[in-house]
């Protein structure tokens, strides 16, 4: 099979296209032939930086796959040869809250990713794909999907009229866009384009802020709502946009908090002060998963895809992630 390998710390160049062998599925395993996969900034921070992270070379890199089922193993009896699937995050992680143990199965970080065509997978590590979507489509639901899913319905237990602050139109934004409007909530969406915001627009951006134009956004937030404040915030930005974020939010609400984009420093003092629910939010399990793909296929709804790479051109990807250019996410078909 060919899959692309960390072998050093040399970044996106240094990204090596290898020939293995084609693994077998054992007990309890499932072999999929990858059709296509999706990047995350999460990705490329690994390529960026492996030893920082404790990637033990070779890597095989990336999370987000979505392919066809060749062969299960012993003991498989969700899956069949034909199945349209997608592989979860943390393939150990089916239930519940997250735990040491199942972190220690996220794609593409502590065991080999999906940049490759093709991998086995554990049975309970496999989703069913929505039957409207592209192999392509699929591909952007593991991590970004999941985690915008996470956000606004898991944490947010958003409802109709609430209101939404959404940082950013990355992939993790624009899917809670998509899942904020699905549920007959209000979006507010900030960016530092009046391009994208006009697509935000497009897509059911209730109201748009130009960060860059309005450094003082937090304010523009409180006056759209009329002092108010907004139900929940997706945090994508970190420390540095954090604190303009419990000025926007409403007492009592929920800001969930994925990105690590921005430096600067935490006080909590506006966390207390407002009693504030802030959360980590590091993706999510399986149920979840399987929660989304059926609102997904309820409503058939279609991830935003900013562009697409060939297989043999998928270091071009990550170059298009380090540029900060795109509006939802970046594919690469195999």
């Given at each position: 099979m060919k899959a692309y390998e960390i072998r050093d710390a040399g970044g996106i160049d240094a990204l090596h296209l290898a020939e293995r062998p084609t693994p077998r599925p054992g007990p309890g395993q499932v072999l999929v032939r990858?059709?296509?996969?999706?990047?995350n900034y999460r990705d490329l921070q690994i390529i960026l930086d492996p030893r920082g992270r404790g990637i033990v070379y070779p890597r095989i890199p990336n999370s987000d796959g979505a392919g066809e089922v060749l062969e299960v193993g012993a003991g498989v009896t969700r899956f069949k040869a034909g199945d349209r699937v997608a592989g979860t995050f943390f393939?150990?992680?089916?239930?519940?809250?997250?735990?040491?143990?199942?972190?220690?199965?996220?794609?593409?970080?502590?065991?080999?990713?999906?940049?490759?065509?093709?991998?086995?997978?554990?049975?309970?590590?496999?989703?069913?794909?929505p039957a409207h979507l592209s192999y392509e489509e699929a591909a952007t639901l593991p991590c970004a999907g999941l985690t915008a899913w996470h956000i606004v319905v898991g944490l947010g237990r958003i409802k109709a009229g609430d209101t939404v602050l959404i940082l950013g139109t990355g992939g993790v934004s624009i899917f809670a866009l998509q899942f904020a409007r699905l549920h007959g909530a209000r979006a507010i969406v900030t960016s530092s384009s009046d391009e994208k915001l006009a697509r935000a627009a497009e897509l059911g951006a209730w109201r748009t802020i130009n960060y860059r134009a309005n450094p003082d956004w937090e304010k523009e937030v409180?006056?759209?709502?009329?002092?108010?404040?907004?139900?929940?915030?997706?945090?994508?930005?970190?420390?540095?946009?954090?604190?303009?974020?419990?000025?926007?939010?409403?007492?009592?609400?929920?800001?969930?908090?994925?990105?690590?984009?921005?430096?600067?420093?935490?006080?909590?003092?506006?966390?207390?002060?407002?009693?504030?629910?802030?959360?980590?939010?590091?993706?999510?399990?399986?149920?979840?998963?399987?929660?989304?793909?059926?609102?997904?296929?309820?409503?058939?709804?279609?991830?935003?895809?900013?562009?697409?790479?060939?297989?043999?051109?998928?270091?071009?990807?990550?170059?298009?992630?380090?540029?900060?250019?795109?509006?939802?996410?970046i594919v690469i078909a195999i």
């Open positions: 990858l059709r296509a996969n999706s990047i393939q150990n992680w089916v239930s519940g809250g997250i735990t040491a143990e199942a972190m220690g199965s996220a794609l593409g970080g502590a065991v080999d990713g999906v940049l490759c065509d093709h991998a086995v997978l554990q049975q309970d590590g496999l989703v069913p794909i409180l006056e759209i709502t009329e002092g108010r404040g907004v139900d929940l915030v997706a945090e994508v930005g970190g420390a540095g946009t954090l604190e303009k974020s419990i000025q926007a939010v409403r007492a009592g609400g929920t800001i969930g908090l994925v990105g690590v984009l921005t430096g600067g420093k935490i006080d909590p003092a506006g966390v207390m002060r407002k009693s504030l629910r802030l959360q980590g939010i590091y993706v999510g399990n399986k149920t979840m998963f399987e929660d989304m793909t059926r609102a997904i296929s309820a409503h058939e709804m279609h991830p935003v895809i900013d562009s697409r790479f060939d297989f043999e051109e998928a270091p071009g990807a990550y170059g298009r992630m380090r540029g900060a250019g795109h509006f939802g996410k």
